[in-house]
Nanobody, 126 residues
Framework: QVQLVESGGGLVQAGDSLRLSCAAS????????MGWFRQAPGKEREFVAA????????LYADSVKGRFTITRDNTKNTVALQMNSLKPEDTAVYYC???????????????????WGQGTQVTVSS
């Protein structure tokens, strides 16, 4: 079992940067694949990025590739999403997600993940 708490959201202008953080409770954080998803008003939740427990592999949605970077610190039980060159279309509630794994694996499907945070709002003005 793991509990996730996101932070770092806010209101920024287009072109600005923002760093989201997700703090996880639990003793086996390093055994979880971590992901970030987002949901804009009136739209379905969509995959943003994922990172395996070893940090060797990362995966990004095409819409954020080259602008967003996902990292994790297993010693601090945190995963971060650095967001640069933000666009108004990045406006959404961002969610941290976790999946207990026994091998390096990740997925873009929300249903694959077992645990979710409460979300943090990111608003990008034009």
């Amino acid at each position: 079992q793991v509990q996730l708490v996101e932070s770092g959201g806010g209101l920024v202008q287009a072109g600005d940067s923002l760093r989201l953080s997700c703090a996880a409770s639990g003793r086996t954080f390093s055994s979880y694949t971590m992901g970030w998803f987002r949901q804009a008003p009136g739209k379905e939740r969509e995959f943003v990025a994922a990172i395996t427990w070893t940090s060797i592999s990362t995966l990004y949605a095409d819409s954020v590739k080259g602008r967003f970077t996902i990292t994790r610190d297993n010693t601090k039980n945190t995963v971060a999403l650095q967001m640069n060159s933000l666009k108004p279309e990045d406006t959404a509630v961002y969610y941290c997600a976790a999946k207990l794994v026994t091998a390096s694996a990740y997925s873009t499907l929300g249903s694959w993940y077992d645990f979710w945070g409460q979300g943090t709002q990111v608003t990008v003005s034009s």
